[in-house]
């Protein structure tokens, strides 16, 4: 006696265990009785499906009822009820050739996918038929010509490359801002490389430094105090900050502040009348802010502005105590 093993519960039945598919002359993968199983099954799952949608197409070939028809002559009904075969869950109504396609990869996403890589892969070895050979090329001219050779000869990120080439042949600018829009849009670049090449392509010199430094702290490549130096360097002003005080009630000696300052502020000093190296001019200029401090508290104190040490850091900054 010849048998078959049922695709559904696995068992090794006689052949008269299995039906004809549609009259054909082979059998059914599944035998009778879980087929009489799944049948009452899809029953119920229909009964609980939403109906179809007027105009509905098929989330996976995009055929509308009429078009799976003609894919489908032998079918009555075009719409099938998708299910998760494990839980028999409805996922939705797909046409029957989509429906048997997902049932022949038994719902398996890792055999999708390398069907995929495999087509992906065959698709690189053919050989399209020139452009010019096509009976849709002739008759095309001038930049119609170029757009339509380009969709037949390209896809994706390539495409859109080819398409800004030939919208902005006379337009370098143009180009190369909707060369940055698509490559962001495909994550080939980043938002910060995309604002960073985007400002060098409309701005030059101290504007162009002045877009960059914006760019860096607004994705925080810099800290607020670096921004505001930086800013002050390529404008030319005068910058001073104090960013470290520390100050001890019981012992002056103790106290000490911290400053960083730019060329420009020394300029600025010595265009006021202040004389000697830098860190001179710098300890000048500390006195007389101490002074004015006194002056305007009314208080003598000699002691606090005779003695002020000044320490070079590594970092170039100098603490002043």
Known sequence: MSTKTCGICHRDLPTTS???DGGANYLRYECKECARKQAKILREIKKSAPPIPEDYRCPICNRNETEAKGYNKNKKFVWCADHDHKTNRFRGWLCHKCNLGLGNFDDDLERLKKSIEYLKKDRKHFMKIPFFLLPASWGLKGKTRQIAEAEYLYEGYNLECKLAEIEH???AVGLNKSLLDIKLKYNKIDQYTYDSELSA???EGNDLELAKLDIDLKHNKISTTEYERKKADIVGEPWISMPKISWDPVSSTKTFLELDYNDHF???LRKNGYTGTDDECINRW????CNSILDEMS??????VTTVKRIRRDDGKVEHS
């Open 18 to 20: 299995f039906g004809k």
């Open 201 to 203: 392509i409309s701005k």
């Open 299 to 304: 208080q003598e104190d000699p002691d606090f």
């Open 169 to 171: 042949a006379d337009d």
């Open 286 to 289: 500390l006195n007389d802010i």
């Open 266 to 268: 020394i300029n600025f």
